[in-house]
């Protein structure tokens, strides 16, 4: 099938005061047109980062989109539009919900506006239509009584009802893609649930794509068809969901599934991955995981490991897989 | 919210009645004697201590302060604020006639500081640590520093006396009819006087503001819907950077008419902060009370205003 937005070798680098931050550093994926992608890994790995990059809206400065990379969308690199392109782009073809749905609402508009904006901006609909269509969102998105809340101020409503609100503005002018940082997160396990099948229920209605990122492999589990695992900010693992679960290759992959509550079934004691992320502005010679695997051999202190191919949809970036391959 | 400002209303009559009695104090506590002014040192040798005691009496001072007090206190009750000692009028004539004229003053002042601040304050925020960062916050620290009566003489000096260019006193020069570029000229440079401090003060309030929200998470989602810079920041972000603002103005109401006093005095200009610096000096007791109460209740007008604002422009805030 068509790509929908191939990203390729992505690097967004920080101009911090102590050094130069490689957030994402050669990433490249691909999301297919209605598919679900689920980009995991520990904090600090740089999915946010890849995220925003996607949109162009990496703050600058101290961020920068590094020469070399390619965001493909619908066949147009992204990072060669303009501007004035990219704004047609954000929010109408791609759109995005974030972490915090407490504080990802504009404290002093009415609902009903924030999400009529973006229709009157890509849709050309006037205000009275732009009203009603953002009631019908309302009521997609399930929140009780859209015709009260659509003049309410987001103060009004709690942490899920946000969440509904932010997705009803994302999906308000049916994008192909949706990018959705941590949406969950922040909310009560309860409320967790019912807000991933939402938005599992709608990208199937408006027929997007979605990509998913997350720390959490139980909400992977549940809402992708395929995975992206990440680590300082590199792409370490790719695959379907079942071949990622079933048969995970990387080590990085195999101590997250381990760490996980539930997933290997039985399992009474949560392994934690032993040793903390690498500091990016002092990264490892070679591979950026070695420092913490226990199956490191040498050569992954020496060289950084290349992408092996294991199959279709199907790669890993580490030496025990290929020993041959290594970029220096 | 109308309760709310009844209560606050009734609330702020205590208040007053207990700054009304401090000052009442301070100001027959301090050095001086209004019936010097009277006394006239031939008919004092020649009539005796009978002379001296009937002064004071006309002026009602021989009285005990309580007494005093308490007599004036159900005057003002009464919406009578006495005669001056030596304008031969009623207090109330003469706030009432100065009163329109400082507070022209006062909102042209604020205007300038605003409509100064605001624009500053965003760019410096915008363009952090850049040559304009720089200068504005330049601008502004040397705003909140400099001593008023030394940048009044100044402009004076520059723009009246040497460049020719502005009066150098007075509301008008036209005392027939109302000329508009006539009464612009005369309120340029009182009004950047007096709104100097405000300036500098909105201008790092507007800067820190800004900083404040532009951070926030929904400035990020502002732009990933696909609003140009120039929406997201005059809608997304002003709108909530001015709620410190907005609130700010109902405070400086009551620091406007206090520097008032010393630009009304510098540009001989014909309001209340000149006539209260003139009434302290000479000891003009009534004029000092019906003055200081007018101050007063500004203060207690502008706080209930800023909070009444804040509602208004933030609609998290909500008043039972
Ligand atoms: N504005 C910034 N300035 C400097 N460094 C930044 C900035 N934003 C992100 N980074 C760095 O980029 C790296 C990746 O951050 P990112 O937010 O993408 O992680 P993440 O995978 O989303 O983590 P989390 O799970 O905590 O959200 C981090 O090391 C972070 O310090
Ligand atoms: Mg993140």
Known sequence: MEK??????????????????????????????????????????????????????????????????????????LLKLSEAEMRKIRGNKISMIFQEPMTSLNPVFRIGDQIAEVLLLHQGLNKAEAREKAIEMLKLVGIPRPEKVVDDYPHSLSGGM????????????????????????????????QILDLMNDLKKKVNAAVMLITHNLGVVAESCDRVVVMYAGKVVEEGDVYSIFEDPKHPYTVGLLKS????????????????????????????????????????????QPGLTVLGEERTVRCFLYNREDGVK | ????????????????????????????????????????????????????????????????????YFKWLGNVLRGDFGESFFEQR????????????TIILSLVAELIALI???????????????????????????????????????????????????????????????????????IILPAIVLGMGGMAANMRYMRG??????????????????????????????RNALIPIVTMFGFSIPALFSGAAITETIFAWPGVGRIAIEAVFSNDYPLVMGNFMIIAVMTVVGSLVADLLYAVVDPRIKYE
Not at chain 2, 131 to 151: E, V
Not at chain 2, 231 to 236: E, T
Request: aromatic letters at 8%.
């Open chain 1, 260 to 303: 996980m509550p539930s997933a290997v079934g039985g399992q009474d004691k949560l392994d934690s991955i032993p040793g903390v992320v690498p500091n990016p502005l002092n990264l490892p010679k070679g591979c950026r995981f070695a420092p913490r695997c226990n199956k490191a051999m040498d050569i992954c202190r020496e060289k």
């Open chain 1, 4 to 77: 929908l937005l191939d990203i390729r070798n992505l690097r967004t680098y920080f101009y911090t005061e102590d050094g130069v931050v490689p957030a994402v550093d050669g990433v490249s994926f691909y999301i297919k047109p209605g598919e679900t992608l689920g980009v995991v890994g520990e904090s600090g790995c740089g999915k946010s980062v890849t995220s925003i990059s996607t949109l162009r809206l990496v703050p600058n400065p101290p961020g920068k989109i590094m020469e070399g990379s390619e965001i493909i969308f619908e066949g147009t690199d």
């Open chain 2, 116 to 186: 100064v601040a605001i624009p500053a304050g965003i760019i410096c925020a915008l363009k952090r640590n850049s040559i304009w960062d720089y200068i504005f916050s330049t601008i502004s620290f040397i705003g909140m520093s400099l001593p008023t009566f030394w940048f009044g003489l100044m402009l004076i000096l520059v723009f009246s006396l040497k460049l020719g260019w502005l009066p150098t006193a007075g509301m008008r020069d036209n005392f027939d009819a109302f000329v508009f570029t006539d009464r612009l000229r005369h």
């Open chain 1, 162 to 193: 946000r969440q509904r609100v932010m997705i009803a503005m994302a999906l308000a002018c049916n994008p192909r893609l949706l990018i959705a940082d941590e949406p969950t997160t922040a909310l009560d396990v309860t409320v967790q649930a």
């Open chain 2, 1 to 68: 919210m109308l309760k709310y400002t009844l209560k606050r209303i009734l609330q702020a009559i205590p208040l007053l009645i207990i700054i009304s009695i401090l000052t009442y104090l301070i100001i027959n506590l301090a050095p001086g004697d209004p019936t010097a002014f009277f006394i006239n040192p031939e008919k004092a040798s020649r009539l005796g201590p009978d002379y001296v005691a009937n002064i004071k009496h006309h002026l009602g001072l021989d009285q005990p302060l309580h007494i005093r």
């Open chain 2, 209 to 238: 503001a800004m900083l404040e929200v532009i951070r926030q998470d929904y400035i990020r989602t502002a732009r990933s819907k696909g609003l140009s810079e120039k929406v997201v920041i005059v809608k997304h972000a002003l």
């Open chain 2, 90 to 101: 009623s207090v109330m004539s003469i706030l009432w006639e100065a009163l329109p004229n």
